[in-house]
């Protein structure tokens, strides 16, 4: 989950299958759900395969707020190259 970069984000399934695992989908959803360190495991980053959101120990709220300021910087720093 380290490596998802900044403004992007993988689903549940997809961390499951690289790590070998294509069924581990409950567990990686776990292992989010017991991140202590949110901010230097950005866990916001993994959704739904279907694009929702999932789950998030911040809340909701805050993980939505958290993927669209990313999406803006992100597409603020492209703009300025």
Not at 4 to 32: E, H, Q
Request: with cysteine.
């Amino acid at each position: 989950m380290k490596k998802i970069p900044f403004g992007k984000t993988l689903s549940y399934a997809d961390i499951a299958k690289r790590i070998s695992k294509p069924k581990a989908v409950r567990a990686v959803g776990s292992a989010c759900g017991k991140n202590p360190i949110v901010l230097l495991v950005p866990c916001h980053r993994v959704i739904g395969s279907s694009g929702g959101l999932g789950g998030y120990s911040g809340g909701l709220r805050i993980k939505k707020w958290l993927l669209e300021h990313e999406r803006r910087k992100g597409r603020a720093l492209r703009q300025s190259i």
